[in-house]
């Protein structure tokens, strides 16, 4: 038998492991014995699965040892043999058609901030997945739990990005952006100018969850009139239990009730300023609870599914929010993650 890509099937464990929410130090395993066995020339590895030697490597265990050792005898690893068989069902037919008309994400995280993983691995996994885009958010300064990127900083990361762009494969493009934190006073946490340079502008409130419905009526109002922000982000804040133990960021098992706060108001105001309502599909999230989702489609609201992805295998997360989103008879159009790349920055510059 050919030996298979002993790197390629480590990798594809950890995604599969993250998907699944799984706890991260189990991920990491993997992750950090792909990085070594790829450092590794092709004899050297031969060589050390043949002497039994692969878990004497820094960053290898005896697990990813045989892995390792299983996939160079062109057998699929029984571990990745095990997850796959497990895999979660298919989607009813609305959400897959929902899910297929989907071409990227509007929010995603890397370790410039609080994710997991470099801007170059979320992009691979993307575009892996079939995207032709994503936006990537990372935190806004105030956010310093979370690593908050600085102007300085996020200036940085547009020219990494730019130059990362140039190297991707055809067909993927990262577009600009941030998840930028809604002040008390509803004003964004950036400066205006890099807040106009970017493609787009994911807003989200952050604290004081628990304020007074007037004021938070009125923070999330002033927000959606900023002529930057394009796209409100996990509406409520509110988090749910979900099962698997998830990242240290976004422990689950901690609950959260919604925000309170005038709904209609604040989606008139996202209809009236042509503001995207997101529909945050991680597992904790689920935001905006579906009654309310149902309003926002009453009140002709737009939409964006998003996965609010911190790790490679959470941009498999669609799916969850698609669910929902057919659930409310969402309709495609209004989704602007189902436009292309062009149409979607036209609209974010069409409001500045
Ligand atoms: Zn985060
Ligand atoms: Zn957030």
């Known amino acids: 038998m050919a030996s298979r890509d002993p790197v390629a099937d480590l990798r594809r464990i ?3 492991l993250e998907r699944a929410n799984e706890a991260t130090y189990r991920v990491k395993a993997f992750r950090s014995a792909a990085a070594a066995v790829a450092k590794l020339p092709a004899e050297e590895l031969a060589e050390r699965a043949e002497a ?3 878990a004497k490597l820094p960053g290898v265990g005896e697990v990813t040892a045989r892995c390792v050792t299983e996939s160079l005898t062109g057998e699929e690893p029984v571990y990745l043999r095990r997850i796959t068989a497990t895999e979660g069902t298919d989607l009813p037919a609305a959400a897959q058609a929902l899910r297929s008309a989907l071409r990227g994400d509007c929010h995603v995280h890397s370790d410039w901030s609080d994710g997991g993983s470099p801007i170059e691995e979320m992009a691979l996994a993307a575009a892996d997945l079939g995207h032709e885009y994503f936006v990537l958010t990372d935190h806004s300064p105030r956010l310093t739990v979370a690593h908050g990127l600085t102007a300085d900083r996020l200036r940085r990361q547009l020219d990494h990005v730019a130059k990362l762009n140039e190297a991707l494969p055809e067909g993927f493009r990262i577009l600009t952006g941030i998840e930028v934190d809604i002040l008390d006073d509803g004003s964004l946490d950036q400066e205006d100018e890099l807040l106009a340079r970017l493609d787009v502008v994911v807003g989200s409130v952050h604290n004081k969850l628990r304020d007074e419905p007037a004021r938070m009526t009125r923070r999330m109002v002033n927000a959606l009139a900023n002529p930057h922000l394009d796209i409100l982000g996990h509406m409520t804040g ?5 099962k698997g133990e998830g990242d240290a960021a976004h422990r689950t098992g901690r609950t959260r009730p919604p925000s309170t ?5 604040v989606l008139a105001a996202a209809v009236e300023h042509g503001k995207a309502i997101e529909i945050n599909s991680r597992p904790d999230r689920l935001d905006p609870p579906k009654r309310m989702l149902t309003v926002a489609v009453e009140a002709g609201c737009l939409f964006s599914i998003d996965t609010d992805a911190h790790a490679p295998g959470q ?4 799916g969850y929010g698609c669910e929902r989103a057919a659930l409310c008879d969402v309709p495609p159009d209004r989704v602007v993650n189902t436009w292309t790349a062009d149409r979607l920055v ?3 510059r069409s409001h500045a």
């Open 346 to 348: 036209e609209w974010t």
């Open 238 to 242: 509110r988090k749910v239990s979900a």
């Open 315 to 318: 941009l498999d997360w669609l």
């Open 261 to 265: 706060f005038d709904l209609e108001k």
């Open 14 to 16: 950890a995604f599969l």
């Open 52 to 54: 039994g030697t692969l």
